[in-house]
């Protein structure tokens, strides 16, 4: 299955992506282009030195706006024949021109175990909220933020003594495994949506 990466800058998730790739793990998945919505963004460097294609689309200051921008992004990766997309750190909200691309086929990494926490800063939000435990999520994206049908999920302590750094660096460490094992399943195609649940099919 031909994959688009979208990322937004240091690309930790699409490295462990295209280490894995490289190792034999993901054997289904076709890496096609990785597309930043920052030039800067780190996650480029990681893509080029594995040879992937990139693309950076600014939104800053894109001609038309939100809808217009993730409109050019849509384009893009249907233009490289991209099939299914992988959210890794992609720090935008995604638009009806993606969803519409890419029916339930685009998938998102977020660091809690939603639907506790969504949006910005969840590592801050599951310490403020006192929680015991905590991980990450991958799960196919809707229209919602951080909403959709859940695929993976593997959790962490939380210790008397973390602070975000530390809960965030235990909880990575987790997504690394979690995005390769949704990307596995999803680019095997072997997963079905009943409802607001996904099922493994094999
Ligand atoms: C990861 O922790 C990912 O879960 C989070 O951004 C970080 C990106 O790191 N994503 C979100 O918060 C999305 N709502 P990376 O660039 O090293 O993969």
Not at 88 to 115: K, T
Not at 143 to 161: A, H, M, N, R, Y
Not at 163 to 181: C, N
Request: net charge neutral; aromatic share 2%; with cysteine.
């Amino acid at each position: 299955m031909k994959l688009g990466v979208l990322i937004s800058g240091r690309g930790s998730n699409l490295e462990a992506l295209l280490k894995a790739h490289a190792a034999g793990k993901l054997p289904a998945a076709d890496f096609a282009i990785v597309v930043a919505n920052d030039p800067q963004a780190r996650g480029l460097d990681i893509a080029r030195a594995h040879g992937i294609k990139t693309a950076a689309i600014a939104h800053r200051g894109f001609p038309g706006g939100r809808q217009a921008h993730d409109a050019a992004v849509a384009r893009t990766l249907k233009e490289h024949g991209v099939e299914a997309v992988v959210l890794a750190g992609y720090m935008r909200i995604i638009g009806r021109a993606m969803l519409e691309a890419f029916p339930h086929r685009i998938v998102n990494i977020h660091p809690s175990l939603l639907p506790s926490f969504p949006g910005l800063h969840a590592q801050e939000q599951a310490l403020a909220g006192g929680v015991r435990v905590s991980g990450c999520t991958v799960h196919f994206v809707d229209e919602g933020v951080d909403s959709g049908p859940i695929i993976v999920q593997k959790t962490v302590p939380v210790l008397d003594d973390d602070d975000a750094e530390s809960l965030s660096a235990r909880i990575l460490v987790q997504e690394h495994l979690a995005i390769v094992e949704a990307v596995d399943l999803l680019s095997r195609g072997v997963l079905r949506i009943e409802n607001r649940r996904v099922r493994r099919m094999e």
